[in-house]
Every structure is written in structure tokens, then in C-alpha cells.
């Protein structure tokens, strides 16, 4: 095989090509006439609408206008096989990712807001406020992860590990003028009263 | 359950003894304490050493699904609760966790199945009731269709706190109807007593409250908390119609407003201001949209969508520039969620799709139905109608754009690479099945080498990722067993999907090895293709393309079909049919063998190079060919081929006699080609030329391989400031430099099209002409351009005027001539070179240039003049820089003009002597005519550079109004330099002073400065220190407190600032220090009067500052005792014991025991002497 160091290693930045990114008019949600982010109960009735729409039209119209609606059935029946359910929708983002990568989203913050969300929510915000031995369904819950209790033994065990240890002292930085003092020590007392007091010594018995 | 508050055991303590005292409850301690780690790590490895320590206890493994789940690992929660229920079917705790995380996952219909048949099965086990209860909660639209639910839950003390978490969903969840339900409940079920009774009461609150209402109840909420975040949650309700999006936006700004300590209302605005970019890219409103994008962007950097919104918007906009810059953004971020331990596969599925757009893009053709994509590939009509068409490369299209193929080549690449990850841990899975151990390196190499192309994306991360994706590979290779059979499932349906995928990149990668020649710019496209096929070669799988050819009903894409046709040529093996090594090897080698001749031929056509050196970088390439494929006849006829063109006789023979050697007897076009070139050959040898022998160090990079590393990074430093005209400069010549002119002209387009101001847009069009001049020169003399682009002009300029007496000149070529005028001191003749550039030019946007230039020819030489002034400084050759400002004057047509340019050499030259290393330039005469020779005369005078510059700026300002702002601001910078550079002779002096602690010496020289320059910060904290050192504290605190009052904001107070921070803590001491010593000198009177102004900043330093009054008072009741003054001594005795007596406490916890011991030796002293 060919031997990379044999030819020219230069390193290239991030390729630039004067072309643009293609967007597709024509993919099976602008067909459809909904979002790329439509959810599928969203697409599959809007499917459901417009074929209802198209068979009502025939039904109307009887054999005159066939052809037309035998199209558009033939057209949503397409549409269908490429975003109908889960699985086939999941085929053609891959093989389109543009449709979706090219739809201005919304914020990722919205997710919070979904019901499921909101009610695991709920539960944190309870097992915030009440004690540790409060069953709720929260995945913090400590009768969760005890489901059989603390053993008292475990318990004594731990009594023992609740006060924190003393904070060392920290000393602070010597600065360019604080020189150390030689600080003046009790034992100087009787020595520097004598200094002081040109007089002599007047001991009381 | 437990009084003991666990939040606030030490658990590493506790780990830690549990450990070395061999506990039999230490693994029950390690997985429990993963409920409290701070860290995911730290929580991770608890539990893996509790799996360790105990296997066979379960309850290790639901503390790791519950610990899994909490941080968002649903799946791999799910899957530890799915063996754990094999292991014990019959627990209803597994079922019921399976149904919560369900819930959790938004998969409300499945958990309340799971929840109605663990009622069935484990009726005793009344908490699947509550979880029902709460799936229904979920689903239901009406909270009316609760209540059968509710009725049959059990009630009492142990059951409130699910009652509470119920009966606040009930509310919350459904705020229409769900607040009088729970209300309704609330008094039957719950106890009033009971604490989360007012909690409930909170959410029923929150849910009936209105927006102004729920703004109250925000207040009381902490930041960050989950009650902030669920009346957050019911403030978004108010706003759920579309309509309301500009009230939500007012109401959440006037939140903001009020509670600027609160992040979750940023997100809250963020997420509203995106909402409205929906609406408004829905609208075709792009503009708007980008705006609000940008701004969320600006305040939640970490978001991706935001990032992925504004790339998405700038290509809807059709923004060239700006585009590409955002889709680099995207990645980077990705990339930057990677190595911060997003490994989840949904970040890797987003960065997928992100490559897989632009690869799929690049490429062109996606389907057949896709016809007229401008791509690297091009779909060709049949000749005759109904006969099928043809995919081929797009040869028109990578020409005129070769970084279309490079798209295609990285974003495929790291495409690849990155859904290699998503196939998650398992060696053999991860690496397709390797045959064995050896099979698997090898993968694992060519994985790592593809992930380069995050590099190239991606400069800096994509590097770090790629490293790090490496390890990943390559531990995965060492993991891998010589196995008989596959390890893994055969019907694997992700695996099978990536190996397709590889095939049909390869079959890509066969198509353009066999059809495309690249041109001569695209040689280094062809390497990048070539590494490419390199890393593609060991997933290369005969058996996948085989089962592709046998898919029923599966028209194969036309790809697909050239390469199984390749094979089939090269190796003689049927469908079906497995290949050896060797003729697996032949069959890609021959790929790589057929690009490098195409690029061979390319290379010989490089009109750059003369014959024999084409000669000899083609052969190169042949070289490498042969390397590749040493048996392929077409290779060595290739050989003989270019052999010949450079006279390279003997080799020629050797090359034709190999190729008879290979050749079938059947290729007759080829046996033709040969017997032509032996034709040659022999009319030379009769002719008696004898020919000469190749050089094997041919260097296929030179000459732009030097520059290369400078051109890439300029390339990334242009992809980050598009709009920097200095980098577009420095990139063109770069590239002149590197030879690389065609680039280096478009470069120069991209600065016209990107540096907008007026200024900027005429030296951009400058750039581009000069760029254009630089491609004809090298036309005509390739060695004269690179060395003008170096910055030689002179042979530039003979090389032009050559040109010239040959054939009429070009503008560009003029302008380049101009230039090299002015870079010689020859304005006038470079006046005349721009006027003939200006008459030639026919573009209007390059004439406009070119006619600027000639009506002020003035202007672009001071340009010039000052480029070269500034690098004869720059090289610190002071005096060189002011002899040639000085001969500038007399080349001007108005030299006034050059009078703040010569000021700025002096400060320039000033600037350079502020060590003092250099002495004050030599002024050379000026020769020049003006009403203000006499002014600059004096100004030359001047003792000093500074004082130069001062007085030349202020003639300039005075003589020339054009520049008299930019004089007069050089007049003030002067000016400020020359009060620093006292301050600065004052500083040294000082700091010289206060190390030799002559602080009087050193007061009286900052007292005898001028007042600007005492005023000096630096210079006004080392008068505090010389106060400080003279013990004349007040005054010195008075002048801390006069700076600190004047204000300290600037940047260059800092220093000050800090000092002033310490200024209390160091006066302290300094106080303390001096008063010891008054004391140590037996002046108590001194001392105590040192201490009056002192103020302690701790009960430590509080305590020493009574030990010193103490002693002072002690040392004078004893100076009074030994007086006879009994009663004064007792009183000063006794005061020093009040001094002292508050702070015994303090002294024995901190250990001072000189003051307890003080205290004691003065109260046996009162005692002892109790009559006195």
C-alpha cells in the first residue's frame, strides 16, 4: 500500500468549497408541509388529513377527477414510506441530515418543561425539602438505596464521621516591611522596670 | 428510618477507616457513599471496588442503576436493572425501579404497564400503586380521570410523602383542574401537621398563581433551587401560545431586572428569544432570527443548538464567509463536549450528522434520482435514449474548486471515525470483526490516522480529540483475541451498516483513483486522497461486497460496480469468490498505482518547473507507483515515457525492458506506445547522445514546503479574524513565497470581499493587484517574484523593466514596479509607474487604487517610509531608522507631512533607551527648504530623545493641521514619557533608600519631586513605606486614606490597590513591632501611644495588641512600685490585667501562652504584694 511517508505531508486546514450546502425543497416534510421537527403523531395526521381530504374529493368528484387524486394518495403513500413511522423516519434523517440540521431549533432549556421532566422535578424538589427518610420516587431517595434500612450498625459506624475535622491555619504572607519583631517577653519585665527606674531596687518583704 | 443526617457524614473518613480496619461493611459503605460523591468519577469507582469486594449482593447493583439514571445514563441503568431482574425475577423493587426510569425516560405508557402487573403479581407491594398513579398523572389529559386512580392508594403517616409527591403533580401537571383535586385530597389524605402539607399547598399556590403572582413566589425560592425551577416551569405556562412570546420576553427581561443572581432565568430568556428565532426563520425572516440566535449564543455559549441555529441561519442567508466559520464553530464546540467527557451517543450522533451533511453534500450524488448536484461526482446521460447513465468524477468541479474533494475526504472521514465510537466499548464490535490481533492494529492505525482529519477541521480540538479517539483504538486493538469463530452476532445490524458504509467509500475512493487527473494545484488534494485510500484499505471487505451484489432486488450504485469490476480485472477472481492477502493487496494497490501516474503527468505539466526538474518530480510519483504496484506494465510505460522526455536514456531501456516483461501479448495499444518510444530511443543513440542520469533527492514539496506550517497557521488565524487585512497581507505573501501564486491571488479576492471600511477595502484592492503583478512576474521570472515577496525588490524590478522592453506591460506588473520604486526612495518614478498601471488598468475597482496613487503619490510613500522606519526601530538600529527619516524630507513634495513621522522616531528612539542602554541617536543633517527649518533645528538641539519628540510633534502640530491630532497625541504620549521616566529614575532611588531604611533621606527625595510625578501610584506607596519605617504612622495613614479616597479604578493601580488591601494588616505589625521595641527600650509611655492608633484585624492580633499594652501598663506599675508609688502601681497593675483579661480565652485556643503567662506573673505580682 502506499507509504504516507514516502509522499507529501502537508497539513490543510478545514476545507472551505465554494459550493453551498443544498437545501432540499423537495424532502418528504416540505412535501407534507410540517416541521422536520414535528413529532410523529404530528405526521402521521397530517397524513391521515390529507389523504381524507383527497378520498373526499373523489368521493365528490366520482370518476372525473381520479387520476388527480389517485396522485396524491400515491404521492402521501411515498411520504409515508420515507418519514411514516419511527423506524423509517429514522433511515431517512440519516440519509438526509440536512432537513433537520438546516431547521433552526429550539433552546435545548425546553426539555425541561416536558411533563416527565417536570414530574421527576417534582420529586426533587420534595426530596429537597423533607428529610432523607422520606420515601419518594426520586433516584436521590435513600429508601431507594436502602431499600432494606440501615443496619444499626452501619448507623454507629457512621455516627462517629459527622463532626469535621478542625481547618488548619493558615498564616499569612510575610510582606517586604514586616520584619519580624522580637517581641518582648514576660521574663523582660522585673529586667527592663529596672532599666526604666534609675532608682534602686525597693523589694517588700 | 434514621436520625443521622447522611449529607453530612465525612465518607471519605469514614471509607477510609472502614478500610484499614478491614470492615466487613466496607463495600455496603463504598456503594452507599456514591449517593454523596461530589464527583461522577469518584461515585463510579465506589461502586465498581463494592462490586469488587462484594459480587453477589445486588443491592450494589440497584445503587448503580439508581446512581447511573440520576446522571442521566438511562440506558445503561436499564440494562443493570434488565440482568438484575433475570438474576431475581421475583423482587418487585427491580420492577418497580425498571417502571420508575421508564418514567423518567418519557416513556409514561410503558411504565404504568410495568407499575398495573407488579400490582398483580406483588399486591403486598402498595408503592407500584403510587407509581401507576403517577403515569397516569403524565398521560392523562384530565385530572378528572385521576381520581379511580387516587381512591385505591393507602393513606396514613408512612404513605405522605408519596401522597405529597402525587397530589403536587396532580396540581402542577394539569394547573387548569389539578389544583382543586389536590386541594380536595390534600385535607383527606395528608396531615395539617405534617411538613409537606405546606408543601403541597406551595404547589397548589404556584399553579393557581397568576404571571405577577408566581414573580412573588420566585423571591422566596433560593437561586438554583428546584422550587426556582418549578415556578419557573409554571411561568412558562402562562406563556405557551405563540402569541405570548414577546409578553414572556418583556416579563422574564423585568425578572432579570429584579434577580440579576438567577442563571435559570437567563436560560428561561434564551429559550423564549429562540422560540421567537423559530417563529421568525419560519417566516423567512433569517436576518431577525440571526440576531436573537447571536445574542443567546453571546449569554449561553454552552449550548449547542445555539451554535447549530446560527450555522443553519448563515446558510439559509447564503453567507460564503460567514458560513463556513459557523459550521467550524458547531464542530469545534462538539468537539469541545467530547474531551469535556460527552461521550454520549447522542453528542456523537449530533457530530455524525454534522459530517455526514457536508460529506453527503460534497459528494454529490446521493441517489439516482439526484442528478444535477454540483458534487465531486457527476451523473453522465446515456448515449442513446434508455440507455443507462454513468456516475464519473467531476472533473470541471474539482478544478474550480478543489476543496470540494477535501470536503468530501475529511467530512467522510470523521464521519467514519465517529460512528466507529457510536458502536460503544467492545473491541471486536468497535473494530468490525477483525480477523485477529494483528487484523485489528492495523485497523485501529488506520482509525487514528482518519481521525487527523479532525485536525484538519478543527485545528486545536480536533487535534486533542484525535489523540484521545487514537488511545481509544488502539486499546481496543490490544484487547482483541485470535478467535476461530466471530465473536459477535453475524446479524449485527450497526456493524453491518458501518461495513457497508466503508464500501461504499471505498468504491468512491476506486472511482476517482481510476478517473481523475488531478491538475497541478491539486497535488496536494491527491496526497490527502491517497491517505485516504490508505486508511479505507484494512475495512475493506470482499464478502460485504459480495453480499451486496447478491441483495435481491438491489440495483447496485454504479460505485459499487466499478469496483467489483476492478477487482475482478486485477485479481481474475469471480463473485463470490474470497481474495487472498496478495491479491486483496494487488487490487488496492493498483487504485493507489493509477492516482499517482495521473499525478506524475500532472506534476511534468507544472509550466513552473523547466523540463528535467518536471522530469524528475513526475518520476517521483512513479516511483511511488511502482512501490505500489511493482507488476503493472502501464506503470513502467509510464516510466520509459518521461524517462525519455528528460534524457534520462539508460533508465528509459531498464523501465521498457520491465515493461515487456509484464505486458500481455494481447495489449497492442500498449506494445505500440512502447515500440514508439524504443523508436526514440535508437534515432538518439545513433545521433550519439548518450543521455544523462536522474536525481534521486528530488524534493516534491520544494519549494512551498518551508512555508507551509506559516501558511496553515495563518490560515487559522483567518479563520477566526476573517476581517483582518494585516493577516491577509502576510498570507499572500506567504503564499508568493511559497510559489503557491494562484492562491495567493485568490487570498487577496477573499481580502476585498471581507476588510469592508473604506481604508481597509482600497488596501485590500491594493493586495489584490500587487498579488496579480506578483502571478504575472513569476510568468516570466519565478525566482525575481518569490524574492519580491520576501521583500527584495531590486531584482523584482530589474526582472519588470525586462519584461517591459520584451512585450507591453501589464498594469499589475507596473504597479508591482511602482512598488519596488518606492521601496528604493524613487517616489517620482514610481508616480510615472502608477500612471501607466492607472492608463492599462481596465478594471474599474483596481483603477480606482492606481488613480489615488497618482494623484498622491505623497501618500504612499510615507507608507512605504514608514514601514521601513519601523523596522529599522523595531530592530533596535536606532540610529540607522533616524538617518533614513531624515533623508525622507527631501523625496516629499510637501515634507511636512513626514514632521509626526519623524517625531515618532524619536519617541521610538526614547522608547528604546528606558534601561538606559542606549545613548540619545545621532541627528544627522537635514537637508530640506521650509518656513520651519529653524524650528526643527532647535527641536534636533534638545538634550534628550524625548525632549525631541515633544518639541517635533509640536511643530508638527502647529505646521501641518492634516496630522496635528496625531502630533498633538504624539506631543502627550511625549510628554507622559518623559514624567515616567523621572518617575521611574525616582523609583530606583527610592527603592534604594527604603532597602538601606534611610527613610529621611528618602521622605526628602520624594518631597523635593514635582507634584505630577509624586503623584505617581508606585511612587506614593513607597512614601507610605518610608512613613511606615520613620514610625510616623498617622501621617501614613492619612495618605493611605487620601488614595484610597482619590480612587484607584485604573488598571495600573493594581499594584497600588493590593497594597492598599494590606495596608491595615502590614500597619499593624509595623505598629506592633515598633511599640516591642520601644518596650525592649523600657519607653512604656512610647509604646503605648505607637498603639493608640492601632486596630487589630483578628481576635489573634487583638489578643497580642493587649499583650503590649498590658506589658507597657505592667512595666509601669512596676517602674511606680519600685518608686514607692504603691497605690499608682497597683492601678497600673490592674489596668494591665483588664487589658488582657477579655482575651484569655482566645490566647489559650490559640496557643499565645505569653499572654496567659504575662497575665499570671502580673496577678501573683498584685497578690504577693496585696498591701501595697
Known sequence: MVDSSAGISRTRNRPRAKVFLRIDLENAYARLGVSPLASAEEIAARITELRGKAMKVARAKAQRTFGDVEEEIHRLDQIHDDIGDENKRRIYDEQHPQNILLTVQPSLAEQVWQRHRKAASISEWLCENLSEDAFLPSLRCLRLWNPNGLAGELLSVLSSFTDGEPIAAVEDNAHPMDEPAIPVSPDDLERLSEESCQCPTTTRS | ?1172
Open chain 2, 1 to 1172: 428510618m434514621t436520625a443521622l443526617r447522611l449529607r453530612e457524614v465525612d465518607w471519605t473518613a469514614a471509607l477510609e477507616s472502614a478500610q484499614r480496619e478491614g470492615s466487613p461493611l466496607l463495600a455496603n459503605l463504598l456503594s452507599l457513599s456514591a449517593l454523596y460523591a461530589s464527583e461522577f468519577d469518584i461515585a463510579r469507582s465506589r461502586l465498581s471496588a463494592a462490586r469488587r469486594a462484594d459480587p453477589f449482593n445486588p443491592l450494589h447493583e440497584v445503587r448503580r442503576a439508581l446512581f447511573f439514571a440520576r446522571f442521566g445514563e438511562l440506558a445503561t441503568a436499564v440494562a443493570i436493572l434488565d440482568r438484575l431482574k433475570d438474576l431475581i425475577p421475583t423482587s418487585p423493587l427491580i420492577e418497580y425501579l425498571r417502571g420508575l426510569l421508564a418514567l423518567r425516560a418519557g416513556r409514561a405508557e410503558q411504565a404504568r404497564r410495568i407499575a398495573t402487573e407488579l400490582e398483580a403479581s406483588h399486591p403486598e407491594f402498595l408503592y407500584a400503586g403510587f407509581l401507576r398513579a403517577e403515569a397516569q398523572t403524565v398521560l392523562a389529559t384530565k385530572p378528572s380521570a385521576l381520581k379511580k386512580h387516587l381512591g385505591t392508594l393507602p393513606s396514613g403517616p408512612a404513605w405522605d410523602s408519596l401522597w405529597a409527591d402525587l397530589l403536587a403533580k396532580v396540581a402542577l401537571l394539569h394547573p387548569l383542574d389539578g389544583p382543586a383535586l389536590a386541594r380536595e385530597y390534600l385535607g383527606k389524605k395528608i396531615s395539617p401537621d405534617a411538613a409537606m402539607h405546606g408543601l403541597v399547598l406551595s404547589a397548589i399556590a404556584w399553579a393557581l398563581a397568576s404571571a405577577e403572582e408566581l414573580a412573588g413566589h420566585l423571591a422566596k425560592e433560593a437561586p438554583g433551587s428546584r422550587g426556582e425551577s418549578l415556578v419557573l416551569a409554571c411561568l412558562v405556562e402562562r406563556f405557551e401560545r405563540p402569541e405570548d412570546t414577546e409578553v414572556a420576553v418583556k416579563t422574564i427581561v423585568t425578572l432579570r431586572r429584579l434577580h440579576p443572581d438567577r442563571p435559570a432565568l437567563r436560560r428561561l430568556h434564551n429559550a423564549f428569544l429562540t422560540r421567537r428565532a423559530v417563529v421568525l426563520a419560519s417566516q423567512g425572516s433569517h436576518e431577525q432570527a440571526l440576531r436573537l440566535v447571536e445574542r443567546c449564543l453571546s449569554e449561553q455559549p454552552q449550548d449547542f443548538i445555539h451554535h447549530q441555529n446560527r450555522a443553519a441561519l448563515f446558510t439559509l442567508l447564503r453567507d460564503q464567509g460567514c458560513y463556513h466559520a459557523a459550521w467550524a464553530e458547531l464542530n469545534r464546540h462538539q468537539y469541545r463536549l467530547v474531551l469535556l467527557g460527552a461521550c454520549d451517543p447522542l453528542t456523537f450522533g449530533q457530530i455524525v450528522k454534522t459530517h455526514r451533511l457536508f460529506a453527503r453534500q460534497a459528494r454529490g450524488i446521493t441517489s439516482a434520482a439526484e442528478r444535477s448536484g454540483r458534487g465531486v461526482f457527476r451523473y453522465v446521460e446515456g448515449n442513446e435514449p434508455g440507455e443507462p447513465g454513468w456516475v464519473a468524477v467531476n472533473h470541471d468541479e474539482i478544478t474550480a474548486d478543489p476543496d470540494l474533494l477535501r470536503q468530501w475526504i475529511h467530512h467522510g472521514r470523521a464521519e467514519l471515525v465517529f460512528r466507529h465510537y457510536l458502536l460503544g466499548d467492545k473491541p471486536y464490535r468497535l473494530l468490525l470483526g477483525p480477523g485477529d490481533r494483528d487484523d485489528a492494529h492495523e485497523r485501529a492505525e488506520a482509525l487514528a490516522a482518519s481521525a487527523e482529519s479532525l485536525a484538519s477541521l478543527i485545528p486545536e480540538e480536533g487535534t486533542e480529540l484525535a489523540r484521545l479517539l487514537a488511545g481509544r483504538w488502539r486499546s481496543a486493538a490490544a484487547r482483541v483475541r485470535t478467535s476461530y469463530a466471530p465473536a459477535e452476532p453475524a446479524d449485527d445490524l450497526d456493524v453491518e451498516q458501518l461495513k457497508r458504509a466503508h464500501l461504499e467509500v471505498f468504491a468512491d475512493l476506486c472511482l476517482i483513483c481510476l478517473q481523475w487527473r488531478p491538475e497541478p494545484g491539486e497535488l496536494y488534494v491527491a496526497e490527502e486522497l491517497l491517505e485516504f485510500v490508505r486508511t479505507e484499505t484494512p475495512f475493506f471487505d470482499k464478502g460485504v461486497l459480495d453480499r451486496v451484489e447478491r441483495q435481491a432486488g438491489y440495483e447496485m450504485p454504479i460505485p459499487l460496480r466499478v469496483l467489483a469490476g476492478h477487482i475482478k480485472r486485477v485479481t481474475a477472481t469471480e463473485q463470490g469468490r474470497p481474495l487472498t492477502p496478495e491479491l486483496r493487496a494487488a487490487a488496492i494497490n493498483a487504485l493507489a498505482a493509477s492516482l499517482l501516474i495521473h499525478m506524475a503527468s500532472s506534476a511534468y505539466e507544472d509550466s513552473r518547473l523547466g523540463s528535467r526538474d518536471s522530469v524528475n518530480r513526475a518520476m517521483a510519483y512513479v516511483d511511488r507507483a511502482r512501490e505500489c504496484n511493482p507488476a503493472d506494465p502501464e506503470v513502467e510505460l509510464a516510466a520509459a515515457r518521461f524517462l525519455v522526455v528528460g534524457e534520462f536514456f539508460e533508465e528509459a531501456h531498464i523501465a521498457l525492458e520491465r515493461f515487456h516483461r509484464l505486458v500481455k501479448r494481447d495489449d497492442q495499444d500498449s506494445l505500440l506506445a512502447a515500440g514508439k518510444i524504443e523508436e526514440i530511443l535508437r534515432e538518439r543513440r545513433k545521433e550519439g547522445e548518450t543521455g544523462t542520469r536522474r536525481r534521486r533527492d528530488v524534493d516534491l514539496e520544494a519549494p512551498d514546503a518551508i512555508h507551509g506550517a506559516g501558511i496553515s497557521e495563518l490560515e487559522r488565524d483567518l479563520d477566526r479574524s476573517p476581517g483582518s487585512l494585516c493577516l491577509y497581507e502576510k498570507m499572500v505573501l506567504e503564499l508568493a513565497m511559497a510559489a503557491r501564486f494562484d492562491e495567493a491571488v485568490q487570498w487577496s479576492d477573499r481580502a476585498v470581499a471581507h476588510c469592508l471600511s473604506r481604508a481597509e477595502q482600497m488596501s485590500a484592492r491594493a493586495l489584490a493587484i500587487e498579488a496579480l503583478g506578483i502571478k504575472t512576474l513569476a510568468q516570466g521570472n519565478p525566482q525575481a517574484a518569490r524574492l519580491y515577496a520576501v521583500g527584495a525588490h531590486q531584482p523584482a524590478r530589474k526582472a519588470i523593466e525586462g519584461l517591459s522592453e520584451e512585450r507591453p506591460p501589464e498594469y499589475s506588473l507596473l504597479y508591482l514596479l511602482g512598488r519596488c520604486q518606492l521601496a528604493a526612495g524613487a517616489p517620482d518614478q514610481a508616480h510615472k509607474s502608477f500612471g501607466r498601471a492607472a492608463e492599462l488598468c481596465t478594471r474599474q475597482s483596481h483603477r480606482t487604487v492606481l488613480r489615488i496613487l497618482t494623484e498622491d503619490i505623497d501618500n504612499a510613500y510615507l507608507a512605504v517610509a514608514r514601514s521601513a522606519v519601523n523596522t529599522a526601530l523595531q530592530e533596535r538600529s536606532v540610529d540607522e531608522a533616524v538617518q533614513e527619516a531624515a533623508a525622507v524630507f527631501a523625496r516629499l513634495k510637501e515634507p511636512t507631512a513626514w514632521l509626526v513621522d519623524f517625531a515618532r522616531v524619536f519617541y521610538g528612539a526614547a522608547l528604546a533607551s528606558v534601561d538606559g542602554a542606549r545613548p540619545t541617536a545621532i541627528v544627522p543633517p537635514v537637508p530640506i527648504d521650509a518656513p520651519w527649518q529653524e524650528h526643527l533645528a532647535s527641536a534636533l538641539a534638545s538634550r534628550s530623545d524625548v525632549e525631541r519628540a515633544f518639541a517635533i510633534a509640536t511643530l508638527a502640530a502647529e505646521a501641518h493641521p492634516p496630522s496635528a491630532r496625531q502630533a498633538r497625541a504624539l506631543a502627550d504620549r511625549a510628554k507622559t514619557l518623559k514624567r515616567q521616566l523621572a518617575a521611574g529614575e525616582a523609583l530606583s532611588s527610592a527603592a534604594r533608600l527604603l532597602r538601606e531604611r534611610r527613610f529621611d533621606e528618602m521622605l526628602a527625595l520624594l518631597d523635593g519631586l514635582e507634584s505630577a510625578i509624586a503623584a505617581e501610584p508606585r511612587l506614593l506607596r513607597l512614601r507610605v513605606l518610608a512613613l511606615l519605617g520613620a514610625d510616623r504612622f498617622d501621617a501614613a495613614d492619612t495618605l493611605v486614606a487620601q488614595a484610597a479616597y482619590g480612587g484607584s479604578g485604573s488598571s495600573e493601580m493594581s499594584e497600588v490597590n493590593e497594597f492598599l488591601r494590606d495596608y491595615p494588616t502590614l500597619a499593624f505589625r509595623q505598629r506592633l513591632a515598633v511599640a516591642h521595641r520601644l518596650l525592649r527600650e523600657a519607653k512604656p509611655e512610647e509604646a503605648t501611644s505607637v498603639l493608640r492608633g492601632a486596630s487589630p484585624l483578628d481576635p489573634r492580633n487583638a489578643a497580642e495588641l493587649a499583650y503590649c499594652r498590658a506589658f507597657a501598663a505592667a512595666l509601669e506599675g512596676y517602674r511606680l512600685r519600685r518608686q514607692g508609688r504603691d497605690a499608682a502601681a497597683r492601678a497600673s497593675l490592674l489596668a494591665a490585667l483588664e487589658q488582657i483579661e477579655p482575651h484569655l480565652g482566645q490566647a489559650e485556643k490559640n496557643d499565645q501562652k505569653h499572654i496567659t503567662e504575662l497575665y499570671n506573673r502580673i496577678e501573683s505580682e498584685v497578690e504577693s504584694h496585696g498591701g501595697f
